[in-house]
């Protein structure tokens, strides 16, 4: 027979057979059940063929379960919900207990751990909870809850080292048994038991009965709940082991959510926290590959080359590879070499003495010497005259530096890393820029994704920075619409990131509520592509995809060569542009058929 548990704000509680196919609820009688709810809140509890349905039946009947409104709900065993904040308990079955006050305990530790499951948000906090209501309803001195490969999970009135060692003994007796049946094992009477009458960790924790309890889900075992009691045998009636039971069965219903929860939020921070000090942002393979060269590079002291489009973030990446290496302490100087006049640059790198030429008033520190046991970052290293690109070199070669005007030699301890969104390689065969200096610069290798090519991460990014910059500017916190965010998506984005931030900007700018519509996100529209004809877009879609596999094997040629199934003279003739080795003209055993 079903019952319906009462709990009054004093503690006390009353059972109500549900005997009728509908049993009525309400603030006054005659109906069945009375309980304190507004004068206008009527309940009607329906069976039908052993299962019970609860259905507000005024407009103002609600009912309360697992922090939700509901109008109406099917109940199962050991249902709990409220009634205008009083408690009700469905069974199907009456706990029968030895006295009304273990009743009251019973029932009001299965609602209030159906409470701590709706409020919780913590693997952790939800299984002490689970211990702690566990202890109190059962009276137990000492418990402790493992996962199924023995990790011990969380612990009360015990230390751990007695947790464990305790475990130890029953790992090979009781645990072993619990395994295979999924069933509780109660011990009455330890002192009388072959395998625990003897093991030291029980005599010292002074425990009279003990018990162990399967945690299941859908019969798949997740670990084991372990009790243990000074009281004398008997102490584990089969009400509180079935009580027992329930909250595990309750636990293990949304434990696993929050678990699924708890990772999803970990890798979060994992990302967060492997890029807080670069403000790298993503998740694709793209610069997922990326992220991963970064740790291998960073602790070796080579010069790195880094090769990407503009606005890809070549400078961030170079900072993380500096936050990274042994040099995180000392200085990161980064220069532009495409923004500084060519009659300037030298000096800007490399330094000069008053009176070096007209307008040195004093002596300049030089870019190199100010990175001196640090980094030196050259973007755009395309960008330098030959004149320079000489220059350059020897204080590569040299480790020393000349100040314009002055004759000593400075040494510096400086790790350089370039950047460029130009092919170098093909610059080299133009002899618009050095070979040597090239290998010099080029000892690691670093190509950085378009945002085009990853996807993936424009609204991680485009999140990232709408909480960077509403911050900035003193917004409340905003969200884009689903709309805004297809806009978004669909943007082919040929400035990058950084053409991204700034659209992220504008639209804070223009917005006025709380949610970014498609039309404030303001994209300047791009002129529509010159159409090609056949022969020359195939011969720009060869050059290009020669390009990407070449940038694949970090410039190794031989290795390009072999993978486009063409030889190395073939591949030169297609960097160079030769009009004369378009597709046509490749012989046929070099095309992969």
């Known amino acids: 027979m079903a019952i319906l548990i009462q709990i009054s704000s004093d503690g006390t509680y009353r059972e109500t057979l549900l005997q009728k196919k509908i049993t009525t609820l309400g603030p006054q009688a005659p109906a069945d059940i009375v309980c304190k709810s507004s004068p206008s809140s009527f309940y009607q509890i329906l069976e039908n063929n052993h299962h019970y349905q609860i259905l507000g039946i005024t407009p103002k009947s609600y009912i309360q379960h697992e922090g939700k409104k509901k109008k109406n709900l099917m109940l199962s065993d050991y249902d709990s919900f409220e009634i205008d904040k009083t408690k009700f308990i469905f069974s199907k079955k009456s706990f029968t207990p030895q006295t009304p006050s273990s009743a009251t305990l019973h029932y009001e530790t299965l609602y209030q751990f159906t409470k701590a499951l709706s409020e919780t948000k913590s693997s952790k906090a939800t299984l002490e909870t689970l211990l702690d209501l566990i202890l109190k309803m059962s009276r137990s001195e000492k418990g402790f809850l493992v996962s199924r490969d023995l990790t011990l999970i969380a612990c009360r009135s015990l230390k751990v080292q007695d947790a464990q060692e305790t475990l130890d003994n029953l790992s090979q007796t009781i645990l072993a048994k619990v395994k295979e049946s999924k069933k509780p094992v109660i011990i ?32 798949e075992l997740l670990g084991y709940l372990y009790l243990g009691s000074n009281t004398a045998e008997g102490f584990f009636d089969p009400t509180t082991v079935k009580t027992i039971e329930v909250l595990l069965a309750q636990a293990a219903l949304i434990f696993k959510q929050i678990v699924s929860l708890e990772q999803l939020e970990a890798e979060k921070k994992s990302l967060k926290a492997k890029l807080h000090g670069t403000s790298l942002i993503g998740a694709s393979p793209g610069i997922e590959e990326v992220f991963q060269k970064i740790e291998k590079i960073s602790p070796l002291d ?218 404030h ?73």
């Open 521 to 593: 996100i303001d994209i300047l529209k791009k002129e529509k592509t010159k159409r090609l004809p056949l022969r020359e877009a195939r011969d720009e879609f060869i050059q290009n995809y020669v390009q990407k596999v070449i940038s694949l094997h970090n410039g190794n040629k031989e290795k390009a060569a072999r993978e486009l199934n063409i030889s190395v003279r073939t591949l030169f003739r297609i960097e160079k542009n030769d009009k004369s080795d378009t597709f046509d003209t490749l012989p046929q055993d070099e095309i992969n058929t």
């Open 188 to 219: 009455d009477n330890i002192s009388t038991h072959p395998n625990f009458k003897m093991a030291a960790s029980i005599h010292r924790l002074q425990l009279s009965s003990l018990a162990c309890f399967p945690w299941l889900s859908d019969n």
């Open 302 to 519: 080579f010069s790195v080359l880094i090769v990407g489009e503009t606005g890809t973030g070549k400078e961030l990446i170079a900072r993380a590879i500096h936050e990274k290496s042994s040099r995180e302490n000392k200085p990161f100087v980064a220069i532009n070499c495409g923004a500084i006049p060519e009659n300037l640059l030298e000096s800007v790198l490399f330094g000069h003495i008053k009176g070096a030429f007209t307008g040195a008033t004093c002596d300049q520190m030089g870019k190199f010497e100010a990175a001196h046991g640090g980094t030196l970052f050259l973007d755009e290293i395309g960008e330098m005259s030959m004149h320079l690109q000489v220059k350059l070199l020897r204080v590569l070669q040299e480790r020393t530096v000349e100040k314009i005007g002055d004759l000593k030699s400075i040494p510096i301890d400086v790790r350089v890393i370039s950047a460029t969104h130009q092919n170098l390689e093909k610059m080299i065969s133009e002899n618009r820029f050095r070979q040597d200096l090239y290998y010099r610069l080029n000892e690691l290798y670093l190509v950085v994704p378009p945002l085009r090519d990853r996807n993936g991460d424009i609204v991680l990014l485009a999140q990232f920075f709408l909480e960077k910059h509403s911050a900035a500017l003193g917004h409340a916190k905003k969200t884009f619409s689903q709309e805004a965010l297809e806009k978004l998506l669909t943007h082919p984005w040929p400035g990058n990131v950084r053409e991204l931030e700034n659209v992220v900007k504008r639209s804070l700018i223009f917005s006025t509520g709380s949610l970014i519509e498609a039309d």
